[in-house]
């Protein structure tokens, strides 16, 4: 039974992050400043999530594509934070916030290949992205929170950025035990109770991409019309 | 000391774990989000109460201008323009009595007065068209809109409904009549149009109007920032307390539509 909800789940999230792709498709033009990468990042997540259920029901090994996904949905996401925390503004001689990009991708690599096994988990590389990712998502709420309080002009694509960044939060936040203990579940566990945690797993990503998708077609904002009533 | 957990154990750790962490990011996301809304609604108050002050400001300088313009008109009408009409019989009769005696310097003058005289009822018009208060907002603005026809640069298209059984409120009408002006202006000097549409419909208890054009178009945001024009027609609606709908885009032209209540 817990399979076939896996399975549905994975059906689910693809078609999911199909319409995301559709949104951002559709209102390219109007979200490519702010969120480039987050249409980048959707189609990466088709690509993975595609190969990933395809090796899957082909019973093959598909750890791998975790290892490849981690990599790259890290790189792609810190880019779009990158973007809207203007964190180029914080580089001295050095663009460290861009090092440190290089950094964790580094090890991230690293990882992959000497410390953790390619086609096991990769609970390293994910506890720490659920960490950089957590902590950038906050980052964003203080700089919001500090836009309002210092009442700078108000913009309603902003509102968009704020959903994307709840659900990166979500996400991450939700996701960080189950790969912390990752390799626990799939070694030590009964396989009905870590597909239990999968499913988890499974909800918080259609939560997350059901997010992307209203925060995308909200910072995609309608054509400005001014009116009011006095 | 080695602390080992049974598999039941840790599936309900990591499952309380996974709970605990997404409750705590969705309860920090909620404060955010009640803390924000609670802090926009407070900084909307303080911005309300300062725009209600702007508002009254405006209110009693729009009065004033319409006012001084109303004084100035009359008194251009009433004592200028009557004291040249005098001028102007005086100087007919002097160049009757003197025949051909300087007849040329006298129709120089009584040319240079007809001028003077027209001259004066235009300024007078402008500042207060007599149509508008003799015959409402219609005829004055289908005044405006027959001189602008005629000069075959723009194609104004007028309709308008009149249920008012004739009632007129001045000060919203004069109001009115001075945004149709100032949209009519901008699509003149900046617009480049070759057609206009302008709908005027009044009756008893609200009254609309409708303005398009196919001109150049401009950016909403910008206008609104450093559009003189723009802001003055915004000004004269908030004067009105009428609702309103503005919107353009760069090559596609402008539509403004407001409505008031009488």
Not at chain 1, 106 to 119: C, D, K, L, P
Not at chain 1, 170 to 182: N, P, R
Not at chain 2, 153 to 180: C, N, V
Not at chain 2, 210 to 239: H, K, P, T
Request: glycine share 6%; proline share 1%; charged share 20%.
């Amino acid at each position: 039974m817990t399979g076939i909800i896996l399975k549905f789940i994975a059906i689910l999230i693809i078609m999911l992050i199909l319409v995301v792709i559709a949104v951002c498709w559709k209102n390219f033009k109007q979200i490519k400043k702010e969120a480039f990468f987050i249409v980048l990042f959707s189609v990466l997540a088709l690509l993975v999530q595609v190969a990933s259920t395809t090796l899957s029901w082909l019973k093959m090994n598909n750890m791998w594509v975790l290892h490849v996904y981690t990599a790259g949905e890290f790189v792609l996401l810190y880019l779009f934070y990158y973007q809207v925390l203007h964190l180029g503004e914080l580089k001295t001689r050095l663009n460290w916030p861009l090092l440190f990009l290089v950094a964790v991708f580094g090890f991230m690599v690293y990882s992959s290949i000497y410390i953790e096994t390619i086609n096991g988990f990769n609970p390293m590389s994910r506890t720490l992205e659920c960490l950089i990712m957590c902590a950038l998502s906050v980052f964003f709420y203080i700089k919001e929170i500090r836009a309002v309080a210092h009442f700078e002009s108000y913009d309603p694509r902003r509102e968009g950025l704020l959903l994307i960044n709840t659900g990166i939060l979500l996400l991450f936040s939700g996701q960080f035990f189950i790969y912390l203990m990752s390799n626990y579940m799939f070694y030590e566990m009964d396989n009905s109770q870590s597909r239990i945690l999968w499913i988890f797993n499974g909800v918080l990503n259609l939560l997350f991409y059901s997010i992307l998708i209203v925060g995308i077609w909200k910072l995609a904002s309608p054509k400005k019309n001014f009116s009011g009533l006095y | 000391m080695e602390i080992s957990f049974t598999k039941e154990e840790l599936f309900w750790l990591i499952l309380a774990g996974s709970f605990f962490t997404l409750f705590m990011s969705t309860g920090f996301a909620l404060l955010y989000f009640f803390y924000r809304k609670r802090l926009t609604d407070q900084l909307l108050k303080t911005s309300e109460i300062e725009l209600q002050k702007k508002s009254e400001l405006l209110e009693s300088q729009i009065r004033g201008q319409d006012s001084e313009r109303e004084k100035i008109a009359r008194a251009i009408h009433d004592e200028i323009s009557s004291k040249l009409a005098i001028l102007q019989i005086s100087i007919e009769h002097l160049k009757r009595i003197n025949l051909e005696k300087n007849r040329e310097e006298t129709d120089l003058i009584v040319e240079i007065i007809e001028k003077l005289i027209a001259s004066t009822e235009s300024i007078s018009h402008g500042l207060l068209p007599p149509d508008l208060e003799h015959a409402g907002l219609i005829s004055a603005v289908n005044g405006v809109v027959e001189v602008l026809n005629k000069t075959g640069e723009l194609a104004i298209d007028y309709t308008w409904i009149d249920l008012s059984d004739g009632q007129h409120i001045k000060e919203t009408e004069l109001g009115i009549y001075r945004i149709i002006h100032e949209l009519m202006h901008n699509t003149i000097k900046y617009a480049n149009a070759r057609n206009v549409r302008l709908n005027i419909e009044l009756n008893r208890t609200s009254l609309a109007i409708s303005y398009s054009d196919d001109g150049a178009g401009f950016n909403m945001e910008e206008a609104m920032n450093n559009g003189l024009g723009i802001r003055s027609i915004l000004s004269r609606v908030q004067f009105l307390n009428a609702s309103y709908n503005f919107h353009s885009e760069p090559g596609k032209g402008m539509e403004f539509n407001l409505k008031k209540i009488r």
